[in-house]
């Protein structure tokens, strides 16, 4: 248990929970799933803040953009029906490959993100589809890419601002589009070793339109691989274009070592599963190689 | 020590009790009697707290009591209808699906859980349902077996899923 914690919070609006961290200076912890603050075990904390029920638990599709709340669990995204329309279901499938149910119905988004773990399975997929996230602290709302936001909460600590909502804008409908998430981890419900998000579009010559590549748990945050990306733009999708992006992905992963695998381990891994994922979605895009 | 209320009904009973603000749900539902509410790993890995909020399968070790007010919540004693086992519970008795017991509230509620959902469930359905919950006795075939034939028995008509 947590015996230092003198108050629990239960705020229900987003100026309360903004009121609430400013009051407490620094000796609070907001709180949604639990799954990283309880587990993280820093049990110094003094008060919490509940963001369960401050209103951020939505998935709402507007025309060009769909945007989920920051608490919405990664349940919720493995149901809802129109994360299974984005994408190919891009979002769910990644939702449905993070942990256990029971981790899934507590564990959110917002929290899969704002805890800047390197190895955030929602990370991956979220930045292939150019999403961007909307903070608020005591100065307003702002807007800002989802790589951008990994950054500054490397630099500064992610928690004095409180993470709003995922805005993912609505991908190109038209051609063959493909999509894929592949993790690899050392059981099912394990963290990732490395996980991937591609998507990839095919005009009608089997030639790469674009291409978009994350990847996660291979460097200090999940980032894009844009070199590979360009290095596709224009090809025939075959083999040799597959081998020529995973010897591009091998140099651009920073892979650590620790109890789980080697670098070395990590970095073959990266073009197994960046590979995996670039065919998956052209399978999906309709070229089985 | 700081105190606060807390309101929850549990196995269908309204309880107020008083918790210390930083108290994990696992430990509250213990301290008041719910021994089936087993403490494992506190890590979220091992299932062998679950226990079902609002219908739904949660690690109980990860959840502060707190965050539960006004909840709903279902443990392994609130499944019998006194003397009446429920389905799930004859079919891990009768599958020989239990040998030291530990893990096995957590894997019933699970398994409550998905059937309530998904009256038939493929196999892989149950598996991946029961991912959360580890045993280190008989291994999984007999809980696999024990839950799709526990759906079998249940005559659920298929219209009545939630």
């Known amino acids: 248990m947590f015996d230092r914690v003198e108050a629990f919070y239960r705020p229900e609006s987003v100026p309360e929970v903004l009121r609430l961290l400013q009051r407490s200076k620094g000796q609070a912890r907001m709180v949604a799933g639990g799954t990283d603050l309880v587990v993280e075990g820093d049990r110094s904390v003094r008060f919490l803040i509940d963001l369960t029920r401050a209103g951020l638990t939505y998935i709402r599709s507007r025309d060009t953009t769909c945007v989920i709340g920051a608490t919405t669990t990664l349940a919720d995204l493995e149901e809802s029906t129109a994360i299974h329309a984005l994408a190919g279901g891009l979002l769910s499938r990644a939702a449905a490959a993070c942990g256990s149910v029971q981790n899934r119905n507590l564990a959110t988004l917002g929290g899969n993100l704002a805890h800047g773990s390197p190895a955030a399975d929602m990370a991956t997929p979220l930045l292939a589809l150019d999403a961007s996230v909307v903070v608020a602290d005591g100065e307003g709302r702002h807007k800002m890419p989802l790589a951008e936001y990994f950054g500054r909460a490397w630099q500064n600590g992610a928690s004095h601002a409180l993470l709003i909502e995922v805005r993912v804008p609505m991908p190109p409908q038209n051609g063959r589009c493909g999509w894929s998430f592949q993790k690899f981890g050392r059981t099912e419900v394990d963290l990732s070793l490395v996980n991937a998000a591609a998507g990839l579009q095919l005009d009608a010559r089997g030639r790469v339109k674009w291409a978009r590549l994350a990847l996660g748990a291979v460097a200090a945050a999940p980032f894009r691989a844009l070199p590979v990306e360009s290095l596709m733009a224009g090809r025939e999708f075959d083999h040799s274009l597959l081998a020529e992006a995973g010897e591009e992905v091998m140099r651009e992963v920073q892979p650590i070592a620790d109890l789980r695998a080697s670098e070395e381990f990590r970095r073959e891994l990266s073009r197994v599963v960046a590979g995996r994922a670039l065919e998956e979605c052209a399978a999906r895009a309709g070229c089985s190689l | ?162």
């Open chain 2, 1 to 162: 020590m700081k105190t606060m209320s807390l309101c929850v009904t549990v196995n269908g009973e309204s309880k107020q009790w008083t918790i210390a603000p930083g108290d994990l749900l696992l430990d509250v539902l213990r301290r008041e009697g719910y021994f089936g509410v087993k403490r494992g790993c506190e890590k979220g890995e091992c299932g062998a707290c679950t226990v079902l909020v609002h219908g739904k399968p949660v690690n109980s070790c990860l959840i502060f009591a707190a965050q539960v007010e006004g909840g709903e919540i279902l443990t392994i004693e609130g499944l019998a209808q006194g003397d009446t086992l429920d389905p799930l519970q004859e079919a891990f008795l009768d599958h020989g699906a239990v040998q030291c017991g530990f893990c096995t509230p957590g894997m019933i509620l699970a398994a409550k859980a998905l059937l309530d959902r998904q009256p038939h469930p493929t196999e892989e359905q149950v598996r991946e349902a029961l991912a959360g919950n580890y045993c280190r006795c008989t291994g999984y075939r007999k809980p696999v077996e024990a839950v799709l034939a526990a759906a079998a028995r249940r005559k659920v008509p298929t219209e009545v899923a939630r």
